[in-house]
Structures are given as C-alpha cells and as structure tokens.
C-alpha cells in the first residue's frame, strides 16, 4: 500500500514537471529577438499592422466569442488599455464568424481596443495559431515579442511584467 502511495506521488510530480515543462516551452516558442510585423483587417475596416504601435507596449491577445475564460478578462484588458498611453491592446479574434455576429457580441461585451480579424486557416506569423485561448503576448516598445501568458490574464499581472 505504502509503494502505491509513494508510486502516485511520483507519477504527479512527474506529470506537473511536464506540464511547466511545456508551459516554458510554448512560451519560449513566442518570444523572438528581431520585432514582429503583421497586419490584419479591423472589425469595422481598415487595416492595422503591429508596426503602427512602434514606441509603446503592445498587448496581443488572442480570443474567442465561445471562450469563457476570454470574455472575463475583456474588461479588465479594456480597463489598461485606457488607462495607459503607452500600452495599447489588441484584441485578435481567433474564430471564423460574421462581422455582424462580432458585433452583436460586443454590444454585451464592449471594449475600448481595436479588435483584429484572424483567419483561422492561415494565422499570422510568427505565432500562428494560439495553442490555448485566451493567449496574450506581449511585444516591447521595439516590436519583440518578450513575455506570454498561456490563459487569464489581469492588467496587474500584465503592468507587473512591464514595470518589472
């Protein structure tokens, strides 16, 4: 009984090892050291390109009508968007939906970002299709991506990594 019970802890501590393993990894896999350009199509029109934001911090955040965890945290990206000049968000949409679906969504979950259309089939570069929603990468005043967070994410934990 005893060997069992020392078995099982081995089997967790292995499995939890993988998995910050693999968090690292995944994280490691969006950090680049030239600065990232793309530019996607604007719910509403108009084209934006991550290059427009040279200078300040940019918040990309990839998301989803569907996705619970995404929704919650909208506000909250809101919040810092307005609250900092030199921070902008952008809210990608990572789902293949209607213009007008994305906007009768929005008129119960408003935000103060631009929200950029994704095509599914075909991601932008260098970071592709998001493995996990929501995933927020963070792009430093030079365009380099430096810092992701797999799932929620606060505005706290967002200015903590910029100030930190």
Same mark, same amino acid.
């Given at each position: 009984m005893k060997k069992?019970?020392?078995?099982?802890?081995?089997?967790i501590k292995s499995i939890l090892l993988g998995l910050i393993l693999a968090a690292g990894a995944a994280q490691a896999e969006f950090e680049t050291d030239e600065p990232v350009d793309f530019s996607l199509q604007q719910l509403g029109g108009g084209e934006v390109a991550l290059s427009d934001y040279r200078g300040k911090w940019v918040v990309v955040n990839y998301w989803?009508?569907?996705?619970?965890?995404?929704?919650?945290?909208?506000?909250?990206?809101s919040a810092l968007h307005e609250a900092h000049e030199d921070i902008v968000v952008l809210g990608l949409a990572f789902e293949d939906v209607d213009d007008a679906d994305f906007n009768e969504f929005l008129e119960d979950?408003?935000?103060?970002?631009?929200?950029?259309?994704? %095509?599914?089939?075909?991601?932008?570069?260098?970071f592709g299709a998001p493995k996990v929603l929501p995933t927020?990468?963070?792009? %430093?005043?030079? #365009?380099?991506?430096v810092k992701a967070f797999l799932g929620p994410v606060? #505005?706290? %934990?967002?200015?903590d990594f910029i100030e930190g």
């Open positions: 069992k019970v020392v078995m099982k802890k081995v089997l989803a009508t569907w996705c619970a965890p995404c929704v919650k945290e909208m506000p909250e990206l979950a408003p935000v103060s970002y631009p929200i950029l259309k994704v %095509d599914v089939y075909e991601p932008p570069q260098p927020t990468i963070i792009l %430093d005043r030079e #365009g380099r991506s606060t #505005g706290e %934990d967002i200015i």
